[in-house]
């Protein structure tokens, strides 16, 4: 396709429109071969695949045979290369800049609403959504894990609203006695002046990106989720939430899941964006070279099921301290907790039907409606929050619904 996408910019530079035009057309009957297929999750057939390939070589042919020779080709490839590497690097830029929007634009009518739910971490909205399509809501158990600071307003929060019998606990992380500096790698960092100073005092590294130096990357409650079986040591099995998505449909099938004697239920996420172990880990690190594959498929977190049972059979948190250990001076991994879960639960995660979990409403404008209304969840992961005046317009309606604007402490609140 991209020998095919040159020649019609060569065609157009030529004048021969028609020859552009056909070019095109086979171009977006690839694409839209490519897009089928992974929407299905099967391979490409060979019938399938024959006749468009059949129809572009012959259009290569034909622009071959019009005098568009080699090395015209190769300027114009050249050209494409050097033209997607500066959009590359503009959206970069864009990317950098709309982060800090992201971070400062809260627009005033959110303000309140954001006042409000901040103390619970929009936990209220994944509770909500999730019993509201649940087909025996009454059978529910949430298990929330907040700080100190949110805890009290967490309780109170849960306590005034109607989740329809379904029962929330809620942890204070700080009563966690275990879970300190001489058993949890994270704990010990972040009580090391150097990781304190590069995280938190502004002392950066010019090795790293400055998205690179975000508190958030080593804040304890993002890494709970990898200490779960000590939390709750009577579970088998949990349905694991960020506070980032909505669930449209009922998740109970989730419990009865066969896992196949996996730890973690997720959904892959390389059919189309190609995340593959590589694009998250330090290949030219032999730690890391000699024990995974490069090319196993990536997943994600946000919603996932964990058996853990399994889990302390296989010593997954013991896993995850050892990378963790071994990444102190963030050779292995650059940020963030999926690292780190994609080598603790590398060979033992079973993938997921997509429909499970959607990601990217909270980066990509171009998600297929029909994927967003069969999805049990979708997750506004990246930068666009639908709370935030930079999110998504589209999207946001899908998190809007589950809030409460009756509540007596939103009722002067709006999200128009």
Same mark, same amino acid.
């Given at each position: ?20 035009? %056909?070019?095109?057309?086979? &171009?977006? +009957?690839?694409?839209? *071969?490519?897009? !089928? $297929? ?5 391979? =490409?057939?060979?019938? %399938?695949?024959?006749?468009? &390939?059949? +129809?572009?070589?012959? *259009?290569?042919? !034909? $622009? ?5 020779? =080699? ?346």
């Amino acid at each position: 396709m991209a020998l095919a996408k040159a020649y019609v910019i060569i065609a157009k530079e030529h004048n021969n429109l028609h020859l552009a035009w %056909e070019l095109s057309s086979k &171009i977006r +009957s690839c694409q839209f *071969l490519l897009s !089928k $297929a992974a929407m299905r999750e099967e391979p =490409i057939s060979l019938d %399938e695949a024959e006749p468009i &390939i059949k +129809s572009l070589a012959a *259009l290569i042919f !034909k $622009a071959q045979d019009a005098h568009y020779d =080699i090395a015209t080709t190769m300027i114009t490839l050249k050209n494409f290369i050097q033209s997607l590497e500066d959009r590359a690097n503009a959206a970069t830029v864009q990317s950098t800049v709309f982060g800090q929007l992201v971070a400062e634009s809260l627009p005033k009518n959110l303000q309140c609403i954001d006042i409000k739910l901040s103390p619970i971490g929009f936990g209220a909205i994944v509770i909500n959504s999730t019993i509201s399509n649940a087909e025996h809501p009454k059978q529910l158990v949430f298990h929330v894990v907040t700080n100190g600071v949110k805890y009290g307003a967490m309780q109170a929060w849960f306590l005034s609203n109607d989740f329809k019998v379904a029962t929330i606990e809620v942890k204070n992380i700080e009563d966690f006695s275990w879970l300190n500096a001489s058993y949890s790698p994270v704990v010990k960092q972040l009580q090391d002046t150097d990781s304190r100073r590069f995280y938190f005092e502004g002392s950066h590294d010019t090795n790293f990106e400055p998205k690179f130096h975000n508190p958030k990357y080593i804040s304890l409650l993002n890494h709970l989720r990898f200490y779960v079986p000590e939390i709750y040591p009577q579970l088998e099995k949990v349905v694991f939430l960020d506070d980032d998505v909505v669930v449209q449909k009922d998740l109970t099938p989730l419990f009865s899941l066969d896992l196949h004697g996996n730890v973690n239920g997720a959904v892959e996420t390389c059919l189309e964006a190609f995340h593959r172990y590589y694009k998250y880990l330090n290949f030219s690190n032999p730690l890391i070279s000699t024990k995974v594959d490069p090319q196993a498929c990536g997943w994600a977190f946000g919603m996932n099921v964990f058996d853990l049972i399994a889990w302390r059979k296989a010593n997954v948190t013991t896993r995850y301290h050892y990378w963790q250990e071994k990444n102190t001076d963030k050779s292995l991994w650059k940020l963030g907790t999926l690292p780190a879960g994609l080598l603790a639960f590398y060979g033992l995660t079973e993938p997921l039907d997509r429909r499970w979990h959607v990601l990217g409403l909270g980066y990509d404008l171009n998600i297929d409606n029909r994927l967003i209304e069969t999805a049990a969840v979708i997750h506004f992961n990246g930068n666009m929050k639908p709370w935030l005046k930079l999110s998504i317009g589209r999207y946001r309606p899908l998190w809007e619904q589950y809030v409460n604007q009756t509540h007596r402490y939103l009722q002067d609140c709006t999200t128009s």
